[in-house]
Every structure is written in C-alpha cells, then in structure tokens.
C-alpha cells in the first residue's frame, strides 16, 4: 500500500512553513492524493496505473512548492512579524517593566552612584540578575513561531530599546529645545546611566537569548503530556 | 490567448460557485467541478491547493478540519461572508464577459 504522506513529505521537503502549517498541508495533500488512487482503483485501473495517474496530478513538485510557499507566506508575513518579533518584544518589556516596579517597591535599597556633584544613579541589581531569563523567554517565543536569529535576539533586548530611545533622542532632544536638562546632569553622568539602564540589562537580555539560540534549548512536551527543557545545540545549529 | 488573470478569474468563480452549495473538501470540490461543467473544467491537485490557499488567505473562503465517518481527516473548506460578497460581482464581471463576446462572435459571423 502506497504511503502518500511520506511520497508528499519526501516532494515537498523543502517547503518552508511553520511546522505546524506544513504538517497540515502535507496531511491535506496526501489525503487528496490517496483519494485519487482509491477512486482510480475502484474504476478497475490496476495498482501501478493508479498511482501513476495519481502522482500525474503534479507534473512539478517544485513548481508547487513555490506557489504553495507564496500563497501561504505573503498573506502570513504581518501574523508572522508579531507571533515572531511584536508579541515576544512586548511581553518581555511588560515583565521586565513589572519585575522593576516591584523591585522598586518590595525589593533591597538600590546601590546608589553618588558623582561628584548632585547626580546620584540609582540601580536595581536583582532586576538585573532576572533579565537573561527575560531575554530568554523573548527568544524562546520567538524561535517557537519560527523566527530568525535576529528576530529572536530583537525579541529579547526589546525592553531596553525604548530606554535606549529614551537616553539618545529624548535627552539631546531636551538639550536642543531647552538649552539645559533638569538635575545638571552632565556628559559622565548620562554615559554611566546609559551603561547602568541600557547597555548592562541590554547585555543581560541578549546573553539569554543566545542561550535560547546557541543552544537550542526548548520546550519539549514529554510522553505523559508535561513539559520538560531540553538543550539540543545540534538542533539549533541545524536551523 | 486566455491569460492568467482570466484564467484564476474562471478558476475562482468556480471554486466560490461550487462552495455556495456547502462545504466540500478539495477532492471533492475538483470532482463536483468536473461533473457539473461535464468535464470543461478540471482541477488538478496542483493547480487547486495554492488557489484554495490563496483564497483562504484572503478571506473569501475558510477551511477547517474535520473528521469523516470511516474516521479520515479532512480539511473542509467555506465561503465565508466576505467569499458570497466576492461571488456576486464575479459572477456579474463575467456574465457581462461572456455576453460580450457572444455579441462580437455573431457580428463576425453575420
């Protein structure tokens, strides 16, 4: 008996979907094709004229995988860009935020940077610690909706780029409109603060979304249904 | 010569058309086409799957699947509202088409 799934699996390998999306095209393909075959068998056609007559349903796979891929991708790209880069961006900045404020409210005093003259930086260090496991749920849910390496690792720094907007263009903005910005802060000051809030969580966040990335590390529900954490550097690679 | 955009024109309004009876799959459907133009219009797999695709991305017809009663999947496709909407100015396009061309193909003849 002729496996139609592994015939249109094996035609249509590299066809670039979603996982999910491409299982479920190859299920729908290979139901169309068997139902061909069963309907040529069933007219008295023998078992190799069938199957012949079936695969002439496609005279180029390649062909078809190509029009499969741009009817299903280009209508895709905007769901893609936010399973892939929106909601994992927003949701790790929404729990970095949320982890701050209550760093803030419940957590240790903040180490306090005192300068020379009256700028004192504050800064929150178990906010700190917590980021690469932020960065890392970022990339995770990235990479899961099949985003790319940089999408994954955009995922994952988002919650420092509006600080980072915030420090490059809202400060010399208020330079320029101004002509002086509150609390004297001076050159040293704004590079410590820029290090202290957007440089070291921007590296904190991208270490564990290179985690996620370089190693491949990934939910995998188990047999009895759970979910367990498996690192496959291999895998990843492979991708 | 027909070009393509006639040719996914026909092949649209066919598709929209047979859907308007009820849900098919697409063996299905390409098997309903088939009988109910006596064999004028036939679908391969081909050439149905990335139009079906095509169409459910743009949101005129929605597929879903569901389970037969020998226990096979399939994917069942339907016109949506935006797909009936679709039909009516479609069917309207090429009736003015073909009404056109009958008139030009008897001014020839006459």
Same mark, same amino acid.
């Given at each position: 008996?002729?496996?139609? @799934?592994? =015939? &249109?699996? $094996?035609?249509?390998?590299?066809? *670039?979907? $979603?996982?999910?999306? @491409?299982?479920?095209?190859?299920?729908?393909?290979?139901?169309?094709?068997?139902?061909?075959?069963?309907?040529?068998?069933?007219?008295?056609?023998?078992?190799?004229?069938?199957? $012949?007559?079936?695969?002439?349903?496609?005279?180029?796979?390649?062909?078809?995988?190509?029009? =499969?891929?741009?009817?299903?991708?280009?209508?895709?790209? %905007?769901?893609?860009?936010?399973?892939?880069?929106?909601?994992?961006?927003?949701?790790?900045?929404?729990?970095?935020? !949320?982890?701050? *404020?209550?760093?803030?409210?419940?957590?240790?005093?903040?180490? %306090?940077?005192?300068?020379?003259?009256?700028?004192?930086? %504050?800064?929150?260090?178990?906010?700190?610690?917590?980021?690469?496991? &932020?960065?890392?749920? !970022?990339?995770?849910?990235?990479?899961?909706?099949?985003?790319?390496?940089?999408?994954?690792?955009?995922?994952?720094?988002?919650?420092?780029?509006?600080?980072?907007?915030?420090?490059?263009?809202?400060?010399?903005?208020?330079?320029?409109?101004?002509?002086?910005?509150?609390?004297?802060? %001076?050159?040293?000051?704004?590079?410590?603060?820029?290090?202290?809030?957007?440089?070291?969580?921007?590296?904190?966040?991208?270490?564990?979304?290179?985690?996620?990335?370089?190693? !491949?590390?990934?939910? =995998?529900?188990? *047999?009895?249904?759970? *979910?367990?954490?498996?690192?496959?550097?291999?895998?990843?690679?492979?991708? | 010569?027909?070009?393509?955009?006639?040719?996914?024109?026909?092949?649209?309004? +066919?598709? #929209?058309?047979?859907?308007?009876?009820?849900?098919?799959?697409?063996?299905?459907?390409?098997?309903?086409?088939?009988?109910?133009?006596?064999?004028? #219009?036939?679908?391969?797999?081909?050439?149905?799957?990335?139009?079906?695709?095509?169409?459910?991305?743009?949101?005129?017809?929605?597929?879903?699947?569901?389970?037969?009663?020998?226990?096979?999947?399939?994917?069942?496709?339907?016109?949506?509202?935006?797909?009936?909407?679709?039909?009516?100015?479609?069917?309207?396009?090429?009736?003015?088409?073909?009404? +056109?061309?009958?008139?030009?193909?008897?001014?020839?003849?006459?």
């Amino acid at each position: 008996m002729l496996d139609w @799934k592994e =015939i &249109v699996r $094996q035609k249509l390998a590299g066809l *670039a979907l $979603q996982p999910e999306e @491409k299982r479920e095209v190859l299920e729908e393909l290979a139901e169309h094709l068997e139902e061909t075959y069963q309907s040529l068998l069933r007219q008295g056609i023998s078992v190799e004229d069938a199957a $012949q007559r079936a695969q002439s349903e496609v005279s180029d796979w390649n062909d078809l995988r190509r029009r =499969i891929h741009s009817a299903r991708a280009k209508e895709n790209s %905007m769901t893609n860009r936010v399973t892939q880069f929106w909601f994992p961006g927003f949701l790790t900045f929404t729990i970095s935020m !949320g982890f701050l *404020a209550v760093t803030q409210k419940f957590g240790p005093l903040p180490l %306090m940077l005192r300068l020379d003259h009256p700028p004192v930086l %504050m800064f929150y260090l178990p906010w700190l610690v917590s980021l690469p496991l &932020v960065g890392a749920m !970022g990339a995770y849910l990235s990479n899961r909706a099949g985003g790319s390496f940089r999408l994954a690792l955009s995922s994952s720094v988002f919650p420092v780029l509006p600080i980072a907007g915030l420090f490059l263009v809202g400060f010399p903005l208020s330079l320029l409109i101004e002509h002086h910005v509150s609390h004297n802060i %001076m050159v040293t000051a704004f590079l410590i603060a820029l290090c202290l809030w957007v440089l070291f969580p921007g590296v904190a966040l991208l270490a564990g979304g290179l985690v996620v990335r370089l190693y !491949g590390i990934r939910l =995998i529900p188990s *047999a009895n249904g759970s *979910a367990r954490l498996q690192a496959s550097s291999s895998q990843s690679k492979a991708q | 010569m027909i070009g393509p955009g006639i040719k996914r024109g026909t092949a649209e309004l +066919a598709v #929209l058309s047979v859907l308007e009876s009820g849900a098919l799959h697409g063996y299905e459907m390409a098997r309903r086409i088939e009988q109910q133009t006596k064999g004028a #219009l036939r679908f391969t797999l081909a050439a149905l799957y990335p139009m079906l695709y095509r169409m459910e991305q743009r949101g005129w017809i929605r597929g879903a699947w569901e389970t037969s009663n020998n226990g096979r999947r399939k994917r069942c496709y339907r016109l949506t509202a935006a797909g009936k909407k679709k039909l009516s100015p479609l069917r309207k396009e090429w009736a003015e088409l073909f009404e +056109a061309l009958r008139r030009l193909t008897k001014v020839n003849h006459a």
